[in-house]
């Protein structure tokens, strides 16, 4: 099993930035896939990104692209997300999700096995 927390969620502004980061503890890193998702209030859980254990294969969602970077640190049991140009709309609390033994980076929630508590990302305009 391992165990996930999140930080680096807050206040930010349009057009701004933020980093957030998932550290896990428990079992080997290295082993899991992991993903970013995230949830606003009355909306369902969406993907955000995926890495493969490695870091060598990432994937976005479509609303992401090119503004989101995912990153892993295997030595430091951490993945990152790295957030620029920040819209209001990115406005959710944000999950990282672990993926036991995966090769493939896994865009669906119920492929993951474990979760972080999330963290409240708010974009103003």
């Known amino acids: 099993q391992v165990q996930l927390v999140e930080s680096g969620g807050g206040l930010a502004q349009a057009g701004g930035s933020l980093r957030l980061s998932c550290a896990a503890s428990?079992?080997?890193?290295?082993?899991?896939?992991m993903g970013w998702f995230r949830q606003a209030p009355g909306k369902e859980r969406e993907f955000v990104a995926g890495i493969s254990r490695n870091g060598a294969d990432t994937y976005y969602g479509d609303s992401v692209k090119d503004r989101f970077v995912i990153s892993r640190d295997n030595a430091k049991s951490t993945v990152y997300l790295q957030m620029n140009g920040l819209k209001p709309e990115d406005t959710a609390v944000y999950y990282c999700a672990a993926r036991d033994g995966a090769v493939v980076v896994a865009r669906r929630a119920n492929a993951y096995e474990y979760w972080g508590q999330g963290t409240q990302v708010t974009v103003s305009s």
């Open positions: 428990g079992d080997t890193f290295s082993w899991y896939g």
